[in-house]
């Protein structure tokens, strides 16, 4: 149950948080892990390690501070201060990698990969600083029977539009050449991502009613590690995050894969993104009804299926090249893996985290399954030593082994 405070400013809270998911779909769509993003890496490197490592940035530093994030501030009565704060120095650090982008392009390859590669870091790092109190504040302002309709909006209206940018992302790489596109694409990115922020930043926050004990950051940490020992449906949802999360694996390469077999365009990023995009917002519709009328475990299952499609569509092309319209669909399903992920998992983590823990549930196990996210780099090295076939063979094992933990996961009792 919500506070009467928190009740009282519900309305609100809800339409802005709605307002920050739209936003944040839509930036991070001009800076596609999957399309865009390569693409750029592709223009000032020919590493695949290095390209792989690019994606991996932003999920890492997303996830691996957390836990020290959540055993520093778990005793605030308050989160919003800390996302506020965070929040102003991800726009400040995007906006380095714009600047560098259009100032330097062409004339130093070199040290545009150097700078982008440490901006982005800290921009990553500090989302990962702002997500603890994100989620802490959601579920204090947000109640369980409607956390799959709010999840459900921000990435559907939010995939929606992103969708629709998926065009204008094609326009863009095709009608301006190289640093100019890419500039163009970040400032669209950094412009939403602001409003984003700006807007999660205006939610009601109330005040926790029995503040949570003040411990040492060596005390908190050891609590979240027995939190991980001794709850065991945790632990399997640690397990189940782990093996959906291998498709990262081969994240990046799916697109450099049909350059290589389809002989595409750069511009083709933008179909390719769009049907991502529709894929996080058709599988929506589905995630948020399954989240609110049965049970997340079932939208974790069915995500991890998903999963095994975009390796099984490449692997299919790599026997007979397929129109560019079925190859397509291999995003169509990474996009609803990433929306069912996200909306299963972060729901099912707050039904199972009681409110006095709930940021060392969430600090601990998104800090414990960062390196889930250096897999896109370790899929460079792969390819790199072997085939982009041997790849995806080991990334559709990895999706069945996701199949087999999620239909293990028991149902939570709402």
Request: charged share 10%; with cysteine.
């Amino acid at each position: 149950m919500l506070s009467e405070y928190a009740d009282q400013h519900y309305k609100r809270n809800f339409i802005l948080g709605i307002s920050n998911g739209i936003f944040f779909n839509i930036g991070l769509a001009f800076l596609s892990g999957s399309t865009v993003l390569p693409i750029f890496m592709a223009h000032l490197t020919d590493s695949k390690v290095l390209i792989g490592l690019a994606t991996s940035i932003e999920n890492i530093g997303w996830h691996l501070p957390q836990l020290f994030v959540a055993a520093a501030t778990i005793h605030y009565s308050r989160q919003l201060g800390v996302y506020a704060k965070a929040a102003i120095l991800r726009s400040i650090t995007f906006l380095g990698i714009v600047v560098a982008v259009f100032a330097l392009g062409e004339k130093n390859n070199d040290l545009l990969l150097a700078l982008f590669f440490f901006l982005f870091t800290f921009f990553a790092v500090s989302g990962g600083l702002a997500a603890v109190s994100f989620m802490d504040i959601v579920g204090k302002t947000i109640p369980a029977n409607k956390r799959g309709t709010y999840f459900g909006m921000r990435m559907f209206m939010g995939g929606a539009l992103a969708a629709l940018s998926g065009i204008l992302v094609k326009n863009i790489l095709g009608g301006y050449s190289f640093p100019t596109n890419f500039g163009l694409l970040f400032s669209l990115a950094l412009l939403t991502v602001i409003f984003g922020l700006g807007s999660f930043a205006m939610v009601k926050e109330p005040v926790l009613a029995n503040r949570r004990p003040h411990k040492s950051l060596r005390e908190n940490c050891r609590e979240a590690f027995l939190l991980f020992q001794t709850d065991a449906t945790y632990k399997l949802l640690f397990l189940v995050r782990i093996a959906i999360g291998s498709v990262t694996l081969a994240y990046p390469f799916y697109i450099l894969y049909a350059q290589k077999t389809l002989n595409i365009k750069p511009e083709a990023a933008g179909i390719f993104l769009s049907f991502e995009m529709l894929g996080y917002l058709i599988s929506n519709i589905l995630w948020a009804y399954l989240s609110n009328r049965i049970n997340n475990r079932l939208v974790l299952l069915l995500s991890a299926v998903c999963s095994v499609l975009p390796p099984v569509i490449a692997l299919t092309n790599s026997l007979f090249p397929l129109p560019l319209v079925l190859y397509a669909l291999a995003f169509f399903f990474l996009g609803a893996t990433n929306s069912g992920v996200f909306i299963g998992f972060f729901n099912y983590l707050l039904e199972i985290a009681p409110e006095e823990k709930r940021p060392l549930y969430v600090g601990f196990i998104h800090t414990v399954i960062f390196p889930t996210f250096l897999l896109s780099t370790l899929g460079g090295v792969i390819i790199q030593a072997t085939s982009f076939n041997f790849l995806f063979a080991l990334t559709l094992i990895l999706g069945l082994v996701a199949v087999f933990l999620a239909y293990r996961l028991l149902k939570v009792k709402k």
